[in-house]
């Protein structure tokens, strides 16, 4: 939902009751056909960072969730390239349909502590320069790992092996997770989407409001359930992503 401030900014807030959940739908992936290639790459990107946004929980063990995440994103990847291949490609689109549902169902998070602190980065930069939501995503998403990946350095490692086909070095892990950040630049390059803010016109002049509006939407001040990213972290990573 998006709204005016009372600067006259627009602001991205979230919206979440049990009354507007729905009760039964078919989800038909011939309606996909159409979408244009850069919707379905950053539609695919988005789906990536649910998956990680829970992914990267503080709770210790959580194998079933990391079972489940590695094999969407895994999934999503590899049926993307298809897609834009082939956009009626109907089991390529039908993984990717089935792969987008499972992060938003609570059942796969449950009792974890999610993070969503990538979302809440992204949102307000969306927002002021009205840009495509996933694609937005794909350029905070590597800007994030880079800052926040040395404080979980074996969870980082094991993403970036098990999601991003980069090698495990045992004696130095931020080599296995700096491959695989590269490794999901990469990637995405490969389906048409930037990954840097300036190959979309982006500077640095507003990024003191927009991190502001990050902290101003986050619940106590704070970035990310996980992240708890301050105003001075933001800024580094929106300068990370230039």
């Not at 796969?108 to 979302?119: C, N």
């Not at 590269?182 to 979309?200: D, K, M």
């Amino acid at each position: 939902m998006v709204v005016n401030d009372e600067g006259g900014f627009e602001v991205k807030h979230s919206f979440f009751a049990e009354e507007i959940k729905f009760d039964f739908c078919i989800i038909n992936p011939e309606l996909t056909y159409t979408l244009p290639a850069k919707q379905t790459a950053s539609g695919a990107m988005d789906i990536i960072s649910h998956y990680m946004e829970s992914y990267f929980t503080s709770t210790k063990d959580a194998e079933m969730l990391m079972g489940i995440a590695e094999t969407g994103i895994n999934v999503i990847k590899k049926n993307v390239r298809i897609v834009l291949q082939n956009p009626q490609d109907y089991t390529a689109r039908s993984n990717m349909l089935q792969a987008a549902y499972y992060p938003m169902d609570g059942a796969m998070y449950a009792g974890t502590v999610s993070d969503w602190a990538v979302h809440g980065i992204e949102n307000p930069m969306t927002v002021t320069y009205r840009s495509t939501h996933g694609l937005m995503l794909g350029i905070m998403t590597p800007a994030w790992m880079k800052y926040c990946y040395k404080r979980n350095l074996p969870l980082f490692a094991r993403f970036c092996v098990n999601c991003l086909g980069a090698k495990m070095d045992y004696m130095h892990p931020e080599i296995t997770i700096e491959e695989g950040i590269g490794n999901l630049e990469a990637f995405l390059r490969t389906i048409g989407l930037p990954t840097r803010l300036s190959e979309i016109g982006i500077d640095d002049s507003q990024f003191e409001r927009i991190a502001q509006m990050a902290v101003d939407g986050a619940f106590g001040g704070k970035v990310g359930g996980v992240s708890q990213l301050t105003k001075e972290e933001v800024i580094k990573i929106y300068r990370l992503a230039l």
